[in-house]
């Protein structure tokens, strides 16, 4: 196992930039995950450390050792894609066997590593079968133990779950994380799918257009994001952004005032706008109201209920709208006027120009 190392990494296609000045470290058997939207550069970073792409500049280290030169096969990496290509005509065990064998195993220790990992995967019962004869999941679980029977130094995932049904995906993913705990191989994993980030990670690395946004713990990237774009991207409903105004104690939007806190006063000029965030959590219905708005879709989820509002705006001006997340004991219905107060010690200002965060500060 080995730590991995970006120094500045930037991947250049003709004139586009597929990822710039990436920079980050993996300890040695940790797990990360990069995550952002499509084509914001994961795979290009998974690609280049993996050796199937070079790096325009930047360095590489996979422990001690700076890899910009080595060929993909001599890094000791291993690699799972979405569409992982099993061998056809091979059984499960020679599937798994395979890269042992490549590298010149004895047949003991070919046969010794496949029981490991078939009894770890769950699949021993499945080890005489040929790919044809197993379902997805289980497809999946053998191109997993392929690629860590040969116990490389780093695991490279890329999006290895995405062409599994939700149930089979929610399954195979805490078998993954289980997985890791057992093997400890040091792993990168690459997702657009925030789920996935979140409950899989020791760090996340946020990436948009080929930058990283942000690097931390799930958790604390949740409770303190960066800038607007990890607020919206991490969380489901996402983060609801409004677009303020500040006017000496408040902040108005559209006709209506949401208290500004206490801590935040002093810094702030009237007439400066923001766009607010506040999380769907963090809204209550209370006649007590900051915000009257009106329900327009109702989304019961069984232990939450997910409501959509929006807010009552001039004709002309763009509609705006807020997720709000409430106990399935409150029974609304499309149209119904619903007063929502926010929670004033959950708010968040961004710069409604850069995006970065303004509060809380630090
Ligand atoms: P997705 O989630 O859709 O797979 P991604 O985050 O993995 O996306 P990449 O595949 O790394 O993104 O691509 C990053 C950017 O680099 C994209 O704009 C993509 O179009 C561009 N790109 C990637 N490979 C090439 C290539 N071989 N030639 C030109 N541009 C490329």
Redesign the pocket.
């Known amino acids: 196992m080995a730590s991995v190392q970006l120094d500045g990494i930037t ?1 250049r ?2 004139q ?4 710039e000045d990436i920079t980050f470290e993996v300890p040695d058997g940790q797990f990360w995950v990069l995550v ?12 280049t450390i993996a050796g199937l ?1 070079s790096a325009t500049s930047g360095n590489l280290y996979i422990g001690e050792v700076l890899v910009n030169q080595v060929p993909a096969r001599q890094r000791d990496v291993a690699m799972v894609f979405q569409n992982y290509a099993l061998y056809p005509n091979m059984t499960v065990a020679e599937n798994i066997a395979f890269g042992l064998k490549m590298r010149g195993a004895d047949t003991k220790t070919q046969q010794e590593r496949v029981e490991t990992m078939a009894r770890i995967l769950d699949i021993t019962h499945l080890l005489n079968r040929k790919p044809r004869q197993l379902s997805g999941g289980q497809q999946q679980r053998v191109a997993l133990g392929r690629a860590i029977a040969r116990q490389p130094q780093v695991f490279l995932l ?2 290895p779950l995405s062409n599994l049904d939700a149930q089979l995906r929610d399954g195979t993913r805490s078998e993954l994380k289980q997985l890791h705990q057992q093997v400890g191989i040091t792993t990168i994993y ?1 997702t ?1 799918d925030q789920v996935e980030a979140m409950t899989l990670a020791d760090r996340i690395v946020i ?1 948009e257009r ?1 930058k990283i946004q942000q690097i931390g713990e799930p958790q604390s990237i949740y409770a303190h994001p960066a800038n607007r774009m990890v607020a919206t991207f991490l969380g489901n409903p996402p983060m609801n952004i409004l677009p303020v105004t500040y006017t000496g104690d408040s902040f108005h939007l559209e006709g209506q005032k949401i208290p500004c806190p206490s801590t935040l006063g002093d810094s702030l000029h009237a007439g400066q706008h923001f766009d607010l965030g506040i999380r769907p959590e963090h809204i209550r219905v209370s006649e007590d109201a900051h915000l009257i708005t009106e329900v327009s879709v109702v989304e019961p989820l069984g232990r939450e209920t997910l409501i959509r509002v929006k807010l009552p705006t001039e004709e002309r001006s763009p509609q705006i709208t807020l997720n709000v997340q409430v106990s399935p004991d409150l029974r609304v219905i499309s149209g119904d006027r619903l007063p929502l107060s926010l929670d004033l010690d959950r708010l968040f200002l961004f710069d409604p120009t850069t995006g970065q965060r303004i509060y809380p500060t630090g």
């Open positions: 991947r296609f003709s586009a930039v597929a990822i952002g939207p499509s084509g914001c550069g994961k795979s290009t970073i998974l690609r792409e890329d999006e690459v657009h990436l080929g």
